[in-house]
């Protein structure tokens, strides 16, 4: 999919002055030659961090029919990387995802798991949301019996500003269908993810 939130010269230096302005908003001389890069990294780091706007989940999410004979039981990928940006400080937050799914017939590539955790953290974010976009994608594009996600950040906007408080982490689900409905699924999923 192609890029075409800065398309043309015109708004390429209209967002570069846009960096140079908040460098000199902030007290820096743009035009300082540690700085004089700066607008262009930034630019490009940030079409990075938010690539998430310019990729559909169910494009991701192919699933399998082959190989999902009597496959009936929980299947779970752990320890998923986390890295997004708070919507209300565009401050970072990160930490690891936890996804599974009880099949119905269908079973996904297991890379399609963590690209669609990408795919939703890599927009400017509420964890709350970001959590259940996950398990909504996944509980209609897949239509498995059961959906589980929790998710467990630190956000920087609460560790570098405000109450500083480091090291506290922000845990959220999100359950689906039988994980949600069956007390022993959820056991079963929060047992298999350590929790």
């Excluded at 846009?18 to 820096?28: Q, T």
């Excluded at 959220?172 to 022993?184: Q, V």
Aim: charged content about 30%; proline content about 4%.
């Amino acid at each position: 999919m192609t890029d075409t939130r800065h398309d043309g010269a015109d708004h390429e230096d209209r967002d570069l002055q846009m960096v140079r302005d908040l460098l000199a908003y902030i007290g820096e001389d743009p035009a300082r030659e540690g700085l004089l890069e700066t607008p262009s990294r930034f630019l490009k780091a940030w079409r990075e961090y938010t690539r998430g706007y310019l990729e559909k989940p169910e494009e991701i999410l192919k699933a399998f029919e082959d190989g999902a004979e009597r496959v009936d039981e929980m299947v779970i990928v752990r320890d998923i990387p986390v890295y997004s940006l708070c919507e209300h400080h565009l401050a970072p937050f990160f930490g690891k995802a936890y996804v599974g799914y009880i099949p119905d017939q269908k079973i996904l590539g297991l890379s399609k798991i963590s690209r669609l955790v990408e795919v939703f953290a890599r927009r400017l974010q509420v964890q709350e949301r970001l959590t259940n976009q996950i398990a909504d994608a996944l509980h209609t594009h897949l239509q498995p019996l059961g959906v589980a996600v929790v998710i467990e950040c630190r956000h920087m906007c609460m560790e570098s500003r405000g109450v500083r408080h480091t090291g506290t982490a922000t845990v959220t689900s999100a359950l689906r269908g039988s994980i949600k409905n069956d007390p022993d699924s959820r056991r079963e999923f929060l047992s298999l993810i350590g929790r």
